[in-house]
C-alpha cells in the first residue's frame, strides 16, 4: 500500500510539471476562443513560471484589454517595455489601452514612440488623431488624419473625423470639404450628413443644413438630435412653424435633450404666441430652476405681452442668478427705458456693454437710447458709432444713428444712415418714413414724396402715413394727386379731422373753394382735436381769397382753441406780410419756430419781413440757417430773390431765382415770382415766365398778366 500511494502521489505530480511555453500556448487557445476568462489564468501560470516571459505579459495583456480590464492591460504593457523597451506593438497595444481609460496623453505618447519605432502605418496616424481629437488637441489631430488620408486616401472615415477636427476649430468650410469626400465615398453613412449639417448651419447656409437633416433622418429616423438642431436651423431662416414642430417632435423621441424646452419657448416667442412661450418656460424652469436664461428669455415673453411687473421681476431674478449676464441687463434697460428710467436705464446699459462675451452690438444700441433719453446726443451718436463698429450689418445700428443725425439736424448724414438700413431691410417702413422726413427738410419733395409712397405701400392700414404722403404732396403743389390719395381714405363717416384738414387744403389747391370749406368746417364739427388746424387752415384758403378780415377771424379762432399751432402763427405772419405789417410778421414768425424748430421753411419767410424791415445782418442769418438746413428747398431761394429785389440787388434776386428754377421748375410759384419781379423792374421777359406759370396750373399768374402784360 505503500508503494501504491507513492505511484497515486506521483501522476498529479507530473501533470503540474508543465513549463511556461506549455501554458502559454494553452492561454493563447483559449484566447483563440475568446474564453479570455479561462486564457488569464494560463498567461499568469506561464508568468509565474518565467517571469522574463515578454510574450506572456504581451498576451495577457490582449486578454485583458478584450476582458475590458484595461488597466490591468496597460500594467502588462508596462512590463513589457520595460523588459523589451523596444517593442513597438506594446507601446502600439498599451496606447489602445489607455485611449480606452481616457488616459489620452498616455495614449498619445505611446503612439509616437510606436511610430518612431517603424509602425508608420495609416492606422497609427489615424489612432493617435483619435486620441489627439479627444484630447482637444484638433490642430495635432488634423495634422494625423492628414497623414494617414496620405496613406489610405480612399478611407471615408478619415476625411469624416477629420472634418469635425476643422469643425472644432471653426474651420466649418474645411470641414464641408472633408464631408464631401467622405459622403462621396461612402454614400450611405448618415452621421456624415449630420456633422455637415451643423457646420452649414454655422457659416449660414441655412437651407443647405435642412437638406442634409432631412437626409439624416432619412437614414436615421431616430437621430433625435438631428431633428432638434433642424429645428434651430429653422429658427435662423424664421420658419417659427416649422421649428416649433420639430422641437416638439425632438421632445417625444428624447424628452431629456438639453435647452429643448428653452429653444421651444423662444421659438414659440418669435412667432408671437407668447403665452405659449411662457407656458413652454415655466416647464423649462421647473426642470431648471437655477438656470439665469430662462428668466430671462421668460421676461421678455413678458414684456412682449405687455406683463411689465412680471418681465421686471424675471430680469431681476436673471441678474440674482447670474450677476454677469449681459442680456438680462440690456433688456431690464430696455425696460426702464419703456418707463421713462433713463437713468436706471443706462446703469443697467453700462452693465450690459462691461458684461457681453459676444458682443453683437445691441448693448451700444440700448445704451444710445438711455442717453437720447437724457438729452446726451453726442454720447448717444457715440454709442451708436460702437454698435455699427462691432456689428456692421445691425439694421438698428443704422436706423438709431439716423434719428440722432437727424435731431442733430445732419440731414444728409441721416439720409445715408436711412438707406443702408432700407438697403439691409427693405421691408423697414420706419426707415422709409424716417429718411423721407430728412428729405422733406432737406427740401428734396420728390426724395420725401417717394419714401412717403414706399412707407404707405409697405404700411397701408397706417393712416398717418397716408396725411404724411398727402401733405408732402400739398407742399410740392400736386394737389391733384394729393386729393386721390385723401379721396381714398376719408368716408361719410370720417371723424378724424386732421385729415379733413389736409383734404380741404388740397381742393383749396385745385380750386375747389367750396369742397374745401366743407371739408374744414366738418372738421371743426366732427374732431375737437382738429378745431385750431381746420381753423388755420379754413383762414389760409380765405388770405388765397383776399379776405383778409375773414382770415384773421379764423386765426384768432384758431390760436384761441390752440395757442401752440405754428401753422395759425405762420399764416398770421402772412397776413401780415401782406398787410406790410413787417415787424409784426417777424414777430409771429419767431413764435413759429418756438413752437415748432423743424419748421423750416420760416426761417426764409423771416428773412424775406427783415428785409423788410432793413435788418441785413438778422436777413442773411436767416437765408443762411434756411438753405443749410433746407438746401434743395426752391422756397428759400424765391424769398432771398424778392429779398434781393426789394434790397435792389437786382443781379443777385435773378440768380436765386434761376436757382429756385433749377431745384423745381415744376413750382409755378417759381415762375410767377420772377415774372411780377422782372416786370417791376421794367423786363418784360417777366411775361414769358408769367406764361409759363399758367402752363403750370397758376391761376393767380392769369390775373398778373393781364395786369402787367398788356
Given at each position: 500500500?505503500?508503494?501504491?500511494?507513492?505511484?497515486?502521489?506521483?501522476?498529479?505530480?507530473?501533470?503540474?510539471?508543465?513549463?511556461?511555453?506549455?501554458?502559454?500556448?494553452?492561454?493563447?487557445?483559449?484566447?483563440?476562443?475568446?474564453?479570455?476568462?479561462?486564457?488569464?489564468?494560463?498567461?499568469?501560470?506561464?508568468?509565474?513560471?518565467?517571469?522574463?516571459?515578454?510574450?506572456?505579459?504581451?498576451?495577457?495583456?490582449?486578454?485583458?484589454?478584450?476582458?475590458?480590464?484595461?488597466?490591468?492591460?496597460?500594467?502588462?504593457?508596462?512590463?513589457?517595455?520595460?523588459?523589451?523597451?523596444?517593442?513597438?506593438?506594446?507601446?502600439?497595444?498599451?496606447?489602445?489601452?489607455?485611449?480606452?481609460?481616457?488616459?489620452?496623453?498616455?495614449?498619445?505618447?505611446?503612439?509616437?514612440?510606436?511610430?518612431?519605432?517603424?509602425?508608420?502605418?495609416?492606422?497609427m496616424f489615424h489612432y493617435r488623431a483619435n486620441a489627439r481629437l479627444n484630447s482637444a488637441d484638433y490642430v495635432g489631430a488634423i495634422e494625423d488624419f492628414t497623414k494617414a488620408i496620405d496613406l489610405t486616401p480612399n478611407n471615408a472615415e478619415l476625411y469624416e473625423y477629420r472634418g469635425v477636427a476643422k469643425s472644432n476649430i471653426n474651420d466649418s468650410k474645411g470641414a464641408i470639404q472633408d464631408y464631401d469626400v467622405a459622403i462621396r465615398l461612402n454614400p450611405n453613412n448618415a452621421d456624415v450628413y449630420y456633422y455637415r449639417a451643423n457646420?452649414?448651419?454655422?457659416?449660414?447656409?441655412?437651407?443647405?443644413?435642412?437638406?442634409?437633416?432631412?437626409?439624416?433622418?432619412?437614414?436615421?429616423?431616430?437621430?433625435?438630435?438631428?431633428?432638434?438642431?433642424?429645428?434651430?436651423?429653422?429658427?435662423?431662416?424664421?420658419?417659427?412653424?416649422?421649428?416649433?414642430?420639430?422641437?416638439?417632435?425632438?421632445?417625444?423621441?428624447?424628452?431629456?435633450?438639453?435647452?429643448?424646452?428653452?429653444?421651444?419657448?423662444?421659438?414659440?416667442?418669435?412667432?408671437?404666441?407668447?403665452?405659449?412661450?411662457?407656458?413652454?418656460?415655466?416647464?423649462?424652469?421647473?426642470?431648471?430652476?437655477?438656470?439665469?436664461?430662462?428668466?430671462?428669455?421668460?421676461?421678455?415673453?413678458?414684456?412682449?405681452?405687455?406683463?411689465?411687473?412680471?418681465?421686471?421681476?424675471?430680469?431681476?431674478?436673471?441678474?440674482?442668478?447670474?450677476?454677469?449676464?449681459?442680456?438680462?441687463?440690456?433688456?431690464?434697460?430696455?425696460?426702464?427705458?419703456?418707463?421713462?428710467?433713463?437713468?436706471?436705464?443706462?446703469?443697467?446699459?453700462?452693465?450690459?456693454?462691461?458684461?457681453?462675451?459676444?458682443?453683437?452690438?445691441?448693448?451700444?444700441?440700448?445704451?444710445?437710447?438711455?442717453?437720447?433719453?437724457?438729452?446726451?446726443?453726442?454720447?448717444?451718436?457715440?454709442?451708436?458709432?460702437?454698435?455699427?463698429?462691432?456689428?456692421?450689418?445691425?439694421?438698428?445700428?443704422?436706423?438709431?444713428?439716423?434719428?440722432?443725425?437727424?435731431?442733430?439736424?445732419?440731414?444728409?448724414?441721416?439720409?445715408?444712415?436711412?438707406?443702408?438700413?432700407?438697403?439691409?431691410?427693405?421691408?423697414?417702413?420706419?426707415?422709409?418714413?424716417?429718411?423721407?422726413?430728412?428729405?422733406?427738410?432737406?427740401?428734396?419733395?420728390?426724395?420725401?414724396?417717394?419714401?412717403?409712397?414706399?412707407?404707405?405701400?409697405?404700411?397701408?392700414?397706417?393712416?398717418?402715413?397716408?396725411?404724411?404722403?398727402?401733405?408732402?404732396?400739398?407742399?410740392?403743389?400736386?394737389?391733384?394727386?394729393?386729393?386721390?390719395?385723401?379721396?381714398?381714405?376719408?368716408?361719410?363717416?370720417?371723424?378724424?379731422?386732421?385729415?379733413?384738414?389736409?383734404?380741404?387744403?388740397?381742393?383749396?389747391?385745385?380750386?375747389?373753394?367750396?369742397?374745401?370749406?366743407?371739408?374744414?368746417?366738418?372738421?371743426?364739427?366732427?374732431?375737437?382735436?382738429?378745431?385750431?388746424?381746420?381753423?388755420?387752415?379754413?383762414?389760409?384758403?380765405?388770405?388765397?381769397?383776399?379776405?383778409?378780415?375773414?382770415?384773421?377771424?379764423?386765426?384768432?379762432?384758431?390760436?384761441?382753441?390752440?395757442?401752440?399751432?405754428?401753422?395759425?402763427?405762420?399764416?398770421?405772419?402772412?397776413?401780415?406780410?401782406?398787410?406790410?405789417?413787417?415787424?409784426?410778421?417777424?414777430?409771429?414768425?419767431?413764435?413759429?419756430?418756438?413752437?415748432?424748430?423743424?419748421?423750416?421753411?420760416?426761417?426764409?419767410?423771416?428773412?424775406?419781413?427783415?428785409?423788410?424791415?432793413?435788418?441785413?445782418?438778422?436777413?442773411?442769418?436767416?437765408?443762411?440757417?434756411?438753405?443749410?438746413?433746407?438746401p434743395k428747398d426752391e422756397i428759400n431761394f424765391v424769398q432771398r430773390a424778392k429779398a434781393k429785389m426789394f434790397l435792389r440787388d437786382y443781379d443777385g434776386g435773378l440768380k436765386d431765382f434761376a436757382t429756385a428754377i433749377e431745384l423745381n421748375p415744376r413750382n409755378y410759384d417759381v415762375w410767377l415770382s420772377r415774372g411780377v419781379a422782372k416786370l417791376q423792374e421794367n423786363d418784360k421777359s417777366g411775361c414769358q415766365d408769367l406764361t409759363k406759370a399758367i402752363e403750370l396750373g397758376s391761376k393767380e399768374a392769369v390775373e398778373e398778366q393781364?395786369?402787367?402784360?398788356?
Open positions: 500500500m505503500k508503494r501504491l500511494l507513492v505511484i497515486i502521489s506521483f501522476i498529479p505530480y507530473l501533470a503540474l510539471a508543465q513549463t511556461s511555453d506549455q501554458h502559454l500556448k494553452m492561454a493563447n487557445d483559449l484566447s483563440a476562443q475568446k474564453n479570455y476568462k479561462a486564457a488569464i489564468p494560463e498567461f499568469t501560470k506561464a508568468i509565474e513560471l518565467n517571469g522574463s516571459n515578454v510574450k506572456a505579459y504581451l498576451y495577457r495583456g490582449n486578454a485583458y484589454s478584450n476582458s475590458q480590464q484595461y488597466d490591468d492591460a496597460v500594467n502588462d504593457y508596462t512590463k513589457v517595455v520595460t523588459i523589451d523597451p523596444g517593442n513597438a506593438n506594446a507601446y502600439y497595444y498599451r496606447a489602445n489601452a489607455n485611449g480606452n481609460i481616457k488616459a489620452y496623453k498616455s495614449a498619445i505618447d505611446d503612439y509616437t514612440k510606436a511610430i518612431d519605432l517603424g509602425l508608420r502605418n495609416s492606422d457646420s452649414k448651419g454655422t457659416i449660414g447656409d441655412y437651407n443647405g443644413a435642412v437638406a442634409d437633416y432631412n437626409t439624416t433622418l432619412r437614414m436615421n429616423p431616430n437621430n433625435a438630435e438631428a431633428v432638434f438642431y433642424r429645428g434651430n436651423v429653422k429658427t435662423n431662416l424664421r420658419d417659427y412653424k416649422g421649428a416649433i414642430e420639430d422641437y416638439k417632435k425632438a421632445s417625444q423621441m428624447n424628452p431629456g435633450l438639453h435647452n429643448l424646452y428653452y429653444y421651444l419657448a423662444k421659438a414659440i416667442s418669435n412667432s408671437s404666441d407668447n403665452k405659449a412661450a411662457i407656458d413652454y418656460f415655466n416647464k423649462a424652469i421647473t426642470l431648471d430652476p437655477q438656470n439665469p436664461e430662462l428668466y430671462l428669455y421668460r421676461g421678455i415673453s413678458e414684456s412682449k405681452s405687455d406683463n411689465k411687473d412680471a418681465a421686471m421681476a424675471d430680469y431681476n431674478k436673471a441678474i440674482e442668478l447670474d450677476a454677469h449676464l449681459a442680456e438680462a441687463f440690456q433688456n431690464r434697460a430696455d425696460l426702464k427705458i419703456d418707463q421713462k428710467d433713463y437713468h436706471g436705464a443706462l446703469d443697467d446699459a453700462n452693465n450690459a456693454v462691461n458684461y457681453a462675451k459676444n458682443p453683437d452690438g445691441y448693448a451700444y444700441i440700448t445704451r444710445a437710447k438711455a442717453k437720447r433719453g437724457l438729452q446726451d446726443t453726442t454720447g448717444a451718436l457715440a454709442d451708436y458709432d460702437s454698435a455699427i463698429r462691432l456689428n456692421p450689418k445691425s439694421t438698428e445700428g443704422y436706423f438709431g444713428r439716423g434719428e440722432m443725425k437727424m435731431m442733430l439736424i445732419d440731414y444728409p448724414g441721416a439720409i445715408a444712415d436711412f438707406t443702408t438700413a432700407i438697403n439691409m431691410s427693405p421691408a423697414n417702413a420706419d426707415a422709409y418714413l424716417n429718411r423721407g422726413i430728412a428729405k422733406s427738410r432737406m427740401g428734396d419733395k420728390p426724395g420725401a414724396i417717394a419714401d412717403f409712397k414706399k412707407e404707405v405701400e409697405l404700411d397701408p392700414k397706417n393712416q398717418q402715413a397716408y396725411m404724411r404722403l398727402g401733405k408732402i404732396l400739398i407742399d410740392d403743389r400736386q394737389y391733384n394727386e394729393a386729393l386721390l390719395l385723401f379721396n381714398k381714405t376719408v368716408t361719410p363717416y370720417t371723424k378724424n379731422g386732421k385729415i379733413l384738414v389736409l383734404r380741404g387744403t388740397a381742393m383749396a389747391g385745385t380750386g375747389d373753394t367750396r369742397g374745401a370749406l366743407i371739408d374744414f368746417d366738418r372738421a371743426i364739427a366732427v374732431d375737437s382735436n382738429a378745431i385750431s388746424q381746420a381753423y388755420s387752415g379754413r383762414a389760409n384758403l380765405k388770405m388765397m381769397l383776399k379776405d383778409y378780415d375773414g382770415a384773421a377771424t379764423d386765426i384768432s379762432k384758431a390760436l384761441e382753441k390752440d395757442q401752440n399751432n405754428d401753422d395759425a402763427y405762420f399764416y398770421r405772419g402772412n397776413l401780415k406780410m401782406i398787410q406790410k405789417n413787417y415787424e409784426g410778421a417777424a414777430y409771429d414768425y419767431i413764435s413759429v419756430l418756438l413752437i415748432n424748430p423743424d419748421n423750416i421753411k420760416t426761417y426764409a419767410y423771416r428773412g424775406l419781413a427783415e428785409a423788410h424791415m432793413k435788418d441785413t445782418v438778422a436777413m442773411n442769418a436767416d437765408f443762411k440757417q434756411a438753405i443749410k438746413l433746407s393781364r395786369k402787367l402784360c398788356k
